[in-house]
């Protein structure tokens, strides 16, 4: 009777014990053999257990006779109850607890009948092992040696996975006697078949991944949110089926690479739903059989080929830091513009991608689908960061300030991909690094603003510009402040962490320090470098009247650029409206010291005798009429560049000289001496100063530069 009960245990096929969410039905309804008398239905995990407790529960309900309590049947009896105690128990302490039930329950399954000792596997048990090994081997090196694909048939991948299956399942049944040298023996080999069935297992799995892609057509264009493959997970659609038909006949050799895109709501599924089954069942026996870190190894092989020459089509180029250090800027910016191409569709489109196919591919298994995909997009993701760092720690030259504010917002809005796809244990280091390049690309800003400080204080002040017009620097620094300040936002995000501690900006007001962003108060400190260096630009002059048209012309310049712009809305109106009051202030001391001294000649000494006077009134006039002409000479080769502010001085000359000259003239000839001479000696009337005063400021080509 035992050896009855015996011979179908160790015959039938054992349960895919790592697997137990997949356990086969026909262990919870497959009858009894016909020669088994009935049997008391077995309890609820007789189905994880297997045939062995149909065996273990028959035998317990049976009287202790002779025929089937003779030494041998007992021994296997308890070998079965202490498997049944194992397996059950997640640890010792349960084990225990089953084994106190089963005691319990039948003197013959006492603490001491059960224990450890003496549970060496039966002689005959182990030639049952040994013989369903041989059936697995046989049908195991069918399909290892063959030079077919297995996968070409579904029939044939079907039982080889079973066969797996079976071999998988021996070795989790009789792992637990590995003690026993029989056993341990029969083990060795099923490992060692084990592992040819992984390695052909890891040869299907790559050739499909292989074909699997040369099947896909990635050309066609996709609608707005469209993925490649929207079917379920088990979808077996004919249209894959018959890309997959195409793919094994080989008829495409080349890997497929996604096309550029512009648009990146979608997604894009590079196998076909059937091939991505097929990689799944492949991938789970091989992390069942131990070699996960093989199957990742492959699937990260393919794909990352794949991802890499992706990238490549977008035209980025794999550069070094001293390559692109080497660059010149054109060629760089050129570049720079390739790269932010290239990151949001890597980050927006082929990772997202990558991340569903791993998900897929090793589903149930997120350690190694977290593993897979961090192999995958590794190099591509280090090779754009690499660039970036490149362009952080390279030229602080303030021309590059603009190209590198590009790859700054690039990578700031890219850094919620980051962390959505490189979140795990595997892959955070990436998402670390891209948030220390994004704030090394920060850096890299403000230290361009520093560069800027320093070439406004080193810019010399040797060579005076020609009649008092706009210097090159005050251009410069105006349209490059307009320019950086359309990035607002961004600067204010980068400075905004920096504090501005008072040492750092010495001559400015403490209560606008302390009511103003960081950024502000770095255009406000630019600024007050900007005026230093254009008064000390001013002394170059010996004349003071042209000093302060040179003061009028780059101190109107700097007030025009800021209004109306985002750099007026971050010094204020107050900042505006206190450096137009010092326009006009240059302009009265201009006034001042170039034409006071004209209508001084004009006005007469009260202490002059009245026989003296005539003398004195045409000496006076001739003064006047020398040092008007001198005057309007040299001021008319000045240049003032902003037409308003070249009005507003020849109106402001005219209200001070026409009526002084005017009442000059009037008494001029109201004196009897003097005015049969009036018609010789005055020679300029009043629409004649207005028109020398119109010429005034006409300056040169040379002097006049450009307002732009």
């Known amino acids: 009777m035992t050896r009855a009960l015996l011979f179908p245990l160790i015959r039938e096929r054992p349960t895919t014990f790592p697997y137990l969410p997949y356990i086969r039905r026909e262990y919870r309804e497959q009858p009894l053999p016909r020669h088994h008398r009935p049997r008391p ?90 013989h369903s090994l041989k059936s697995l081997d046989r049908r195991i090196s069918h399909y290892v040696s063959s030079d077919s694909p297995i996968w070409a048939d579904a029939a044939d991948s079907a039982a080889f996975l079973d066969a797996v299956d079976d071999l998988v399942a021996a070795l989790a049944e009789w792992n637990h006697l590995a003690g026993d040298k029989s056993v341990s023996a029969c083990l060795v080999r099923a490992e060692d078949m084990l592992q040819h069935a992984m390695f052909r297992l890891e040869d299907e799995f790559r050739s499909l991944m292989e074909r699997g892609g040369e099947s896909f057509d990635l050309t066609r264009p996709y609608r707005n949110g469209e993925s490649t493959e929207n079917l379920p997970f088990e979808s077996e659609d004919e249209d894959d089926e018959e890309v997959v038909d195409g793919a094994r006949n080989g008829e495409v050799e080349q890997i497929p690479v996604a096309l550029p895109v512009t ?32 199957c990742s190894h492959v699937y990260s092989s393919c794909r990352r080929e794949f991802l890499e020459e992706s990238v490549s089509r977008l035209g980025l180029r794999k550069l070094s830091v001293e390559e692109v250090h080497k660059m010149i800027w054109q060629d760089l910016e050129d570049e720079i513009e390739r790269w932010i191409k290239a990151s949001n569709v890597a980050l927006k489109i082929f990772f997202p991608s990558e991340r569903r196919l791993c998900d897929r591919v090793f589903f149930g298994f997120s350690s190694a689908a977290d593993f897979s995909f961090m192999e995958v997009c590794r190099g591509t993701t280090i090779q754009l960061l690499n660039f970036a760092d490149a362009v952080a720690i390279g030229s602080r030259s303030p021309e590059r300030l603009f190209r590198i504010l590009d790859v700054f917002e690039t990578l700031r809005d890219l850094i919620p991909e980051f962390e959505s796809w490189f979140s795990d244990q595997y892959s955070v280091s990436l998402r670390n690094e891209a948030i220390t390049i994004w704030k090394r690309l920060g850096e890299a800003i403000r230290g361009i603003f520093m560069e800027l400080e320093n070439l406004i204080r080193r810019d010399p002040a040797k060579m005076a510009v020609p009649g008092g017009g706009l ?54 400190w630019i600024m007050e470098l900007l005026e230093s260096n254009l008064e000390a630009k001013s002394k170059i002059y010996k004349d003071p009247a042209l000093c302060y048209v040179f003061l009028m012309n780059n101190g109107r310049y700097i007030v025009q650029k800021t209004k109306d712009s985002e750099l007026g809305a971050l010094l204020g109106d107050d900042w505006i409206r206190k450096h137009a009051a010092k326009v006009r202030q240059y302009h009265v001391h201009y006034q001042r010291s170039s034409w006071n001294r004209v209508v001084g000649i004009l006005k007469l000494d009260g202490s002059v005798p009245p026989n003296g006077l005539a003398k004195s009134m045409k000496e006076k006039l001739k003064l006047f009429n020398t040092t008007f002409e001198e005057i309007c000479r040299v001021q008319s080769s000045w240049f003032v560049f902003d037409e308003q502010l070249r009005e507003e001085i020849r109106i402001s000359l005219e209200k001070l000289l026409i009526p002084a000259y005017g009442n000059f003239v009037g008494r001029f000839q109201s004196v009897p001496e003097l005015s049969k001479q009036a018609d010789r000696c005055i020679k300029y009337g009043t629409e004649d100063i207005e028109a020398r005063l119109n010429d005034l400021f006409q300056g040169s080509s040379g002097s006049a530069g450009s307002r732009k």
Not at 96 to 113: A, W
Not at 471 to 490: D, E, G, K
Not at 502 to 508: A, E, G, I, Q, S
């Open 263 to 294: 648009n990146y709501d979608i997604v894009i599924d590079a196998l076909p739903s059937v091939t991505i089954n097929d990689l799944h069942e492949i991938a789970k026996r091989m992390v069942a059989g131990g070699f996960g870190k093989e």
């Open 471 to 524: 210097h090159p620097i005050t251009r410069y620094v105006m349209n490059y402040l307009r320019a950086a300040c359309r990035s607002r936002q961004t600067l204010e995000q980068v400075f905004e962490d920096y504090g501005h501690p008072l040492k750092d900006y010495p001559k400015l007001d403490d209560r606008a320090l302390s009511s103003s962003s960081s950024l502000s108060v770095q255009m406000d």
């Open 41 to 130: 239905k077995a309890p609820f995990f007789a189905p994880i257990l297997g045939p062995s407790t149909l065996f273990f529960f028959s035998a317990i309900k049976e009287p202790a006779s002779a025929e089937n309590m003779s030494e041998n049947g007992e021994e296997k009896l308890l070998a079965v109850a202490r498997h049944i105690a194992k397996t059950l128990g997640h640890n010792n302490t349960m084990s225990d607890d089953i084994l106190q039930i089963f005691s319990n329950f039948d003197g013959r399954f006492s603490r001491e009948n059960l224990s450890d000792k003496g549970a060496d596997a039966d002689p005959r048990a182990c030639a049952a092992l040994d």
